[in-house]
């Protein structure tokens, strides 16, 4: 019997600057404290999947480069018993590292990322085997994984021949993306999404894939252009469910055509430290409803749950909690009679 979840893609190193806003090109802006930690799809993913249910079998797929960086993301493995077999030492290069700068009074965040090993990591390290033994395969962040990112002549991308291959092995499969500007959506992600089982993104990679706008010209999110969007990117190939996240709430659309929208939580003023990891708290919410067979409704509300969890932290995993904390703060803030 298939158990457990295996995460692959970016291991980051993310060095976090609290600003006091973010500067024009020539202006100073002032570093108000800092913090280091693991980041990026497989670590992040997996921490908060780990925090959530100690007793879930995890395996991460990653490289890393010869240095202290390196110790970082695998004394973290260690810390919460993530499985570590797939995670491969790159000689020559670095390990992968974001500066992440982020204005404490809105938690906007910039980053400027190192791909480091990352850009080196293929799906020739991958270990299928152990891979097949998974229940579910996760991988991102798609954009930001140079050799998965590569053209296939026949599947599209190299990242397409992947999913394949591991939805041959009958594991279900997960997506995950980078926000990045440019008009790469289409040609890198699209072709991988009808080897998806799930697509979990935000509004605006989601958008951008579509060639949809989320977003009204006040800024405001258009959920009816959500919904679009989703539809959009089922259409595309993915075959079991899209879920899209937003600062908002999160849109869902499965592949019998049920769909909602449910409202982020309603946090109280200064709750807010940070939003560093918050998209892939979301998304371990979800993978982790998926994993127990929770109906959508509770899926959303858990995934808004530990999001909102992250969001009481500077860094991507602190604020996480129990799968139980979580609900517990969710029905606390819960915009009540609000989902769809």
Known sequence: MKNGIAIAGNLIVDYVKMIDTYAKPGMLCNI????????GCAANT?????????????????????????????????????????????????TSFTDVMTVQRTGERTFFQARGANAVFGPEDLDYEQIGRCRMFHIGYALLLDR??????????????????????GVKTSMD???????????????????????????IEGGRIAAIEPRRSDGSLDREALTEICGRLMECGVSDLVVLHAPEGGAYLTSDGRQGFTPSLKLPE????????AGDAFCAGILYALYQDY???????????????????ADSLSGLRSVREIFELAEKYAEKGAAE
């Open 148 to 169: 998965f990112d590569e053209k296939d002549t026949e599947y599209g991308t190299v990242m397409a021949r992947t999913l394949a291959k591991v939805q041959s092995l």
């Open 270 to 277: 200064g709750y807010i430290k940070g939003s560093v990891g």
């Open 295 to 313: 109906p959508m409704e509770k899926a959303m509300l858990l995934a808004n749950g530990a999001a909102a969890a992250n969001l009481a932290e």
């Open 32 to 39: 108000l404290s800092k913090s280091q930690g693991p980041g």
């Open 46 to 94: 997996l921490g908060c999947l780990a925090t959530m249910d100690p007793k879930l079998l995890l395996q991460c797929c990653g490289a890393v480069g010869e240095d202290d960086a390196g110790v970082v993301i695998m004394d973290f493995l260690k810390k919460y018993h993530i499985g570590m077999d797939g995670v491969i030492t790159k000689k020559g290069t670095m």
């Open 177 to 203: 993306v980078v926000s990045e500007d440019g008009e790469r959506f289409a040609q890198v992600v699209k072709p991988a999404l009808k080897y998806c089982n799930y697509f979990i993104a935000n509004e």
